[in-house]
């Protein structure tokens, strides 16, 4: 397998296309990548659902194209299939609103949809080896490309500005955010419970030895119940030591008192949202009573085991703090409530599946209907309350 198809959905730039039925969006993604990656048909509305491409765009690198229905679609069926499309929206870190001929109102609607989502974006103008480029108001002419997927014409044109519009920092945070640097030695407490593959290490901890071994630390790894050992066998304490979430108390107590302590959860949090945002929002589960609700939000779709930390762990140690009264609801993968004002506090994973862009708009709109919002990880420290010595 190559390095290319390793690297994980989450840590692409996501690039999510914009237009009205057989306005050429995918036959801009085959000729941006020089592959045949899109079906492409004369017949409007041969993209029924989004649809994603991992794909090597030069020379931005690793990037995920998601390929949307026409936002003009018609009819029962479509419209689900323009709320799909609708619902991408958060998940773009750059988009391209493709046009064909003049703009409708549909286009500059759309064109104000990404405006106030503060997505990066251009305007695509296609076809232009059978048009005129369309005629565009000045805001957006300004980000206008004019492009023919038949002839090539546009392409590189398209490529750069597209290039430009990329964060500088994007795929380049730092993971540790300063807490380690080279030289350092870094103990890691690895997750042992049923919910890790069995063989295979987890996504966050992959990411973190990765960066760790890219900032020239020296990593340990050990298990909860080998972390007397590990600290045994160094001759002075670690810089920094990671756990897992779960260990927080166990880790905390036996930490040596020069050691910084986070977790792998709040180093996802961090990297993939607002940490800041995610403690102040902690400070929440201080007001919960047995009549409040709780929302809980997995990125992950895995099947759901006696020692879950989301399903389980995590409501059980809310309830031992406020009482058995406390309804707490459950939510995994892409579904999350539109309407969140039902809820005291929503607690949200580290998010290790999804692109920041994708978090942070789901903390925005908690934020915008008044509901606090925390992480796994700041959450369980809050709970067993050792959060200020957490570093972050």
């Not at 109102?105 to 989502?117: H, I, M, R, S």
Request: glycine share 10%; hydrophobic share 45%; with cysteine.
């Amino acid at each position: 397998m190559s390095g290319l198809q390793e690297t994980p959905a989450a840590q692409r730039l996501h690039i999510a296309l914009y237009g009205r039925r057989n306005a050429g969006k995918s036959s801009l993604i085959n000729a941006l990548t020089g592959q045949k990656v899109a079906l492409v048909s004369p017949v409007a509305g041969t993209t029924a659902d989004p649809v994603k491409k991992a794909m090597e765009l030069h020379p931005i690198g690793p990037v995920l194209f998601i390929d949307t229905a026409g936002y003009d679609d018609e009819g029962e069926l479509g419209q689900l299939r323009v709320e799909a499309t609708r619902d991408t929206l958060t998940r773009a870190d750059v988009a391209l609103l493709v046009i064909a001929g003049a703009p409708t109102q549909e286009d500059l609607g759309w064109a104000q949809q990404l405006t106030e989502q503060n997505t990066p974006f251009l305007v695509v103008q296609t076809k232009g080896d059978l048009i005129l480029p369309a005629q565009l108001p000045n805001e957006l002419s300004e980000r206008a490309v004019a492009v023919s997927a038949a002839t090539g014409e546009g392409i590189e044109a398209l490529r750069a500005a597209l290039t430009a519009l990329v964060p500088e920092d994007f795929g380049r945070q730092d993971l540790t955010r300063g807490l380690c640097s080279a030289g350092d030695v870094v103990l890691l407490v690895m997750p042992q419970d049923i919910q890790a593959p069995k063989g295979r290490l987890i996504l966050p901890q992959v990411r973190t030895i990765r960066h760790l071994l890219d900032l020239k630390c020296t990593v340990v790894s050990t298990t909860a119940d080998g972390l007397d050992g590990a600290l045994a066998a160094l001759s002075a304490p670690p810089k920094l030591i990671i756990t897992d979430s779960q260990c927080f108390p166990l880790v905390a107590a036996k930490k040596p008192g020069e050691s910084l302590l986070t977790s792998f959860s709040i180093l996802m949090a961090a990297d993939k949202g607002d940490i800041d945002a995610f403690a102040q929002g902690a400070k929440a589960i201080g007001t919960l009573t047995q009549d409040s609700r709780v929302l809980i939000a997995e990125g992950c779709t895995h099947a759901p085991l006696e020692e879950d930390i989301g399903r389980v762990k995590i409501p059980n140690l809310l309830r031992k703090r406020v009482g058995q009264g406390l309804q707490v609801d459950v939510v995994a993968g892409n579904d999350f409530p539109h309407d969140l004002t039902g809820y005291d506090l929503v607690i949200h994973c580290g998010g290790c599946m999804f692109n920041r862009a994708y978090v942070l708009s789901r903390l925005a709109q908690a934020q915008g209907q008044g509901v606090p919002m925390t992480n796994y990880g700041v959450a369980i420290a809050y709970l067993t309350g050792i959060l200020d010595q957490v570093s972050w």
